[in-house]
C-alpha cells in the first residue's frame, strides 16, 4: 500500500536538497534505489525517515542525510573505485555502486554481510565487493581508492588508511575523542606524501571496532537502537531547572482551582486542548475540568472532538435533554474506548446537568470533527430527505448509490476508484451536498431544527469521498484533507453560533500542536487543525498541549486489534517529555505563550524528540513509530504536564450488551 517512489521523491526533495545537498548524481541514485529493500520487514514504513534506523545486530542504516553528505563529500567519479568501511545493511554501497565503477565492502558482523549480499543479489549489483572482517585497516590488496567511506567513527584518521588513497584520492570518515560523537573528517592525498584535511560536520556514528579503531571493551555494550545521527542535544544542559522554575503546579483533577489555571486563554475564540495519547485517563479528565470552566465561567459554548460526527450528535440530543433519535450504540468502530468510556461518560453528564433548564442558546453542544462514518452519514442524510424532500431522497439515493458497495469498507473505494483512474462518485457525492445547501430555506421550513446535522453529513461523506480516494497517493494527502474537513467543520459551526460562539476541541497534539513546527510539517509537508486554527484566528486562538513521562495506556497492537492496557515506556533520554520529567514535578502547566517565559522559550525552541501515542502502541519500535521531532514551544500557547498517567476506563468491553449498548441514553 505504501508508496515508496512518493516517498523516495519527496526525501530527495526535502531532507537532501532541501538541506544543501546539490551532487545532481548523489540526488539521482538515492531517488532510484529502494531503501526499504535494506531495511527488515516491520521497519518498511520507515524506511524514507529522517533518521537512522536499527538493523539487525544492534546496528543503523544511516540516516539518508548523512549518506547523502557523506557522498557529496567524496566526490564520486564514474570510474572511481571505492572503499566502504562498515557496509551494515549494504544501502550505502548500493548508492556507491550507482556512483562509481566498484566498490569494495567490508562488514565486521558475518550475519549484516549475509543479509546485504542477498540484497545485492537480488537488485542485481555485480560490482560490489563485500568481505566479512576488520575493515579498520582498509583492504590493501585493492588499493589504491579513489575514495574511501567509514561508516563507523573512530578515534582518528589511521596512517594505513590514508595510504590506501590514489593522488588525489578523497577519505571521508567521521572521527571524535568518544564513542559516540564525532566530527566527518575529510582527507584529500593531493601529492604522494601530501594530505589535506578538512572538518565538516558534526555528527553521531556507531563506533569503528577494529584494530584501528576502538578495542571491542572499549565499544561494548554496543546499546541497541540508538540513533547514530540524532540531532537533540542528550543532556538536558541545566533546562530541567528552569521548567521546574516556570512550570506551575496544578491542584487535583476534581478541585475547581484546575480550571481556573488555565483562564488566561479564556479570551481566545477557539481553545484546543491536546493529548498525547488516545488512551489516558488523566488527558480526558483535566480536559474535561478545563472544559467545564471555559462553559461554566466564559461563555463556551460549542464542545468540538476528534470523533465522528453523526455518534457526537448522538451525545448532542444527550446533553441537551432530547430524546434519542437513533436505536444503534453509537462509538462502535475500533478504537471504541476512545469516547466510550468512564471519563468520558462523567463529562456527558456533567453537560448534561449544566444544560437542563438553559434555554437553548445558552446550552453547550457536542459535536465530532472527523470524517470516518461514511456510511452512517449517508444514511443520515437519506433519512432527513425522507422526512423533508421524499423526491430529493430519491435522487440522492441514486447518486449515493455509486459509494454505497464500499460504504462498510470505504478504504476499497480509494484502490479502486485509483485502478479505474478517476473519481468515480465525486460528482455524485458533490452534487448531493450542492443541492441540500441550495435548498437550506425550503428545507429549514420543513425541519430546520435537524438541517444543520444534515449539511454537515452530506459534507462529510463529500470530504470523505475524496479522503478514501487521497489514501492511495500517500499519507500526506489524506492527512491534509482529514485536518482540514475537522477544521472546515469547526468553522461551521462557529459560524452558526454567531460572531460571539466560542469553542473549545479536544484532539491529539498531532492534531493540535501546529504542524510547521514539526517534522510532519517540514518534511512530510502535512498540516493540522492547530496550524490552520493558528492561520484564521491568530492569537484567538490557544493550543494546548499535553504530556506525560510514563505509566499505563490503553491502546491496541494493531488497527482493529483488542484494546489492552499496556505500559508506557518511561520516556526517551533525548526527548522534550525527559526534560519536563527531571524538573521533577507531578503534574503542571507551562505557559509557553509569547513574552512569559522567553528565555525558556528560546532554549526549549531547538528540536528535540516528542512523543506520540496514538491508538496503537509499539514499544518496540517506539522511537520510529512513536518520536517525531518538534519545537514544542513554538507548537503549543502552552503544555500541561502529568508525570505518571494511567489508561482510561472503558464503558465495557462488550459495547453490544448490558447498559453500554445504548449508552449514553440507557444509562
Ligand atoms: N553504511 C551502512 C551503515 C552501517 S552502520 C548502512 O548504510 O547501512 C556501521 C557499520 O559498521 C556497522 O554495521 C558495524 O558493524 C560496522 N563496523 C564497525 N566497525 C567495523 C570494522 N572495523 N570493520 C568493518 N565494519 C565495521
Redesign the pocket.
Known amino acids: 500500500m505504501a508508496d515508496f517512489a512518493r516517498q523516495r521523491q519527496r526525501m530527495v526533495e526535502r531532507q537532501l536538497a532541501g538541506r544543501g545537498i546539490t551532487d545532481a548524481r548523489v540526488l539521482e541514485a538515492m531517488g532510484t534505489i529502494p531503501r526499504e529493500a535494506?531495511v527488515a520487514g516491520t521497519m518498511h514504513e520507515f524506511a524514507y525517515e529522517d533518521s537512522p534506523l536499527p538493523?539487525e545486530?544492534g546496528?543503523?542504516?544511516?540516516q539518508p542525510f548523512i549518506?547523502a553528505r557523506m557522498l557529496q563529500a567524496a566526490e564520486l567519479d564514474e570510474s572511481d573505485s571505492v572503499l566502504?568501511?562498515?557496509?551494515?545493511?549494504?544501502?550505502?554501497a548500493a548508492v556507491m555502486a550507482a556512483l562509481a565503477a566498484c566498490v569494495h565492502a567490508?562488514?565486521?558482523?558475518p550475519e549484516?554481510a549475509d543479509l546485504a549480499r542477498q540484497r545485492f543479489e537480488a537488485l542485481g549489483y555485480r560490482n560490489i565487493q563485500l568481505r566479512v572482517g576488520?575493515?579498520?585497516g582498509g583492504w590493501p590488496e585493492a588499493a589504491p581508492f579513489d575514495a574511501i567511506l567509514a561508516?563507523?567513527g573512530g578515534p582518528a584518521v589511521p596512517d594505513v588508511l590514508r595510504r590506501q588513497l590514489a593522488i588525489g584520492g578523497r577519505l571521508v570518515m567521521p572521527v571524535g575523542e568518544t564513542l559516540h560523537r564525532q566530527r566527518l573528517v575529510k582527507v584529500t592525498r593531493v601529492e604522494e606524501d601530501r594530505f589535506e584535511h578538512e572538518e565538516l560536520d558534526e555528527v553521531r556514528f556507531?563506533?569503528?571496532?577494529?584494530s584501528y579503531?576502538w578495542s571491542e571493551q572499549d565499544a561494548a555494550p554496543v546499546p541497541a537502537m540508538e540513533p547514530v545521527a540524532a540531532r537533540a542535544p542528550v543532556d538536558g544542559g541545566g533546562l530541567p531547572d528552569l521548567i521546574r522554575a516556570a512550570m506551575e503546579p496544578l491542584p487535583e483533577l476534581d478541585d475547581p482551582a484546575f480550571g481556573r489555571l488555565f483562564d488566561r486563554y479564556a479570551d481566545a475564540r477557539v481553545v484546543l486542548l491536546g493529548e498525547a495519547s488516545h488512551g489516558t485517563s488523566e488527558f480526558y479528565r483535566a480536559r474535561a475540568a478545563i472544559t467545564r470552566r471555559l462553559i461554566e465561567a466564559h461563555g463556551f459554548t460549542i464542545v468540538a472532538v476528534e470523533a465522528d460526527w453523526p455518534d457526537a450528535a448522538a451525545l448532542d440530543r444527550y446533553v441537551r435533554g432530547r430524546p434519542a433519535t437513533r436505536d444503534e450504540p453509537i462509538f462502535q468502530r475500533f478504537p471504541t474506548w476512545m469516547w466510550r468510556n468512564r471519563e468520558v461518560a462523567r463529562f456527558i453528564d456533567w453537560l448534561r446537568r449544566h444544560n437542563a433548564g438553559r434555554p437553548a442558546e445558552a446550552q453547550a453542544g457536542f459535536y465530532g470533527l472527523d470524517l470516518y462514518s461514511l456510511d452512517s452519514s449517508i444514511r443520515a442524510v437519506l433519512d432527513y430527505l425522507d422526512k423533508v424532500d421524499p423526491r430529493a431522497a430519491q435522487v440522492a439515493r441514486h447518486r449515493y448509490g455509486c459509494l454505497m458497495p464500499w460504504s462498510k469498507e470505504p478504504a476499497q473505494y480509494g484502490r479502486m476508484a485509483l485502478s479505474a483512474g478517476y473519481a468515480l462518485c465525486e460528482k455524485a457525492v458533490v452534487q448531493t451536498l450542492r443541492e441540500l445547501l441550495a435548498r437550506r430555506m425550503e428545507y429549514a421550513q420543513a425541519d430546520g431544527e435537524h438541517f444543520l446535522d444534515a449539511a454537515q453529513n452530506a459534507r462529510l461523506v463529500s470530504n470523505a469521498e475524496a479522503y478514501y480516494r487521497a489514501m492511495y497517493y500517500g499519507s500526506a494527502e489524506s492527512w491534509n484533507l482529514r485536518d482540514s474537513h475537522m477544521f472546515e467543520t469547526l468553522e461551521h459551526l462557529l459560524a452558526a453560533g454567531g460572531p460571539q460562539s466560542k469553542a473549545v476541541v479536544w484532539a491529539h497534539n498531532s492534531h493540535i500542536g501546529d504542524a510547521r513546527h514539526t517534522e510532519m510539517g517540514q518534511v512530510r509537508e502535512e498540516l493540522n487543525l492547530g496550524q490552520l486554527c493558528r492561520q484564521r484566528f491568530g492569537s484567538a486562538a490557544a493550543l494546548i498541549g499535553f504530556g506525560t513521562h510514563t505509566g499505563t495506556v490503553a491502546a491496541a497492537d494493531d488497527w482493529d486489534e483488542p484494546m489492552k492496557e499496556m505500559d508506557v515506556v518511561p520516556s526517551r533520554q533525548d526527548s522534550y517529555e525527559r526534560l519536563f520529567h527531571e524538573a521533577g514535578q507531578p503534574r503542571g502547566l507551562l505557559d509557553l505563550r509569547e513574552g512569559v517565559h522567553p528565555d525558556l522559550c528560546r532554549r526549549l525552541a531547538e528540536g528535540r524528540l516528542e512523543r506520540f501515542i496514538g491508538v496503537i502502541y509499539r514499544p518496540d519500535t517506539e522511537r520510529w513509530s512513536h518520536y517525531v521531532e518538534c519545537s514544542l514551544p513554538r507548537q503549543f500557547d502552552g503544555y500541561t504536564w502529568f508525570d505518571e498517567t494511567r489508561a482510561v476506563e472503558p464503558l465495557g468491553e462488550e459495547p453490544r450488551t448490558g447498559t453500554a449498548d445504548t449508552w449514553p441514553f440507557g444509562l
Open positions: 535494506f538493523i545486530a546496528q543503523t542504516i544511516s549518506v566502504e568501511i562498515g557496509a551494515g545493511s549494504g544501502y550505502a567490508v562488514e565486521r558482523h549484516l576488520d575493515g579498520s561508516a563507523a556507531v563506533p569503528l571496532v577494529g579503531g
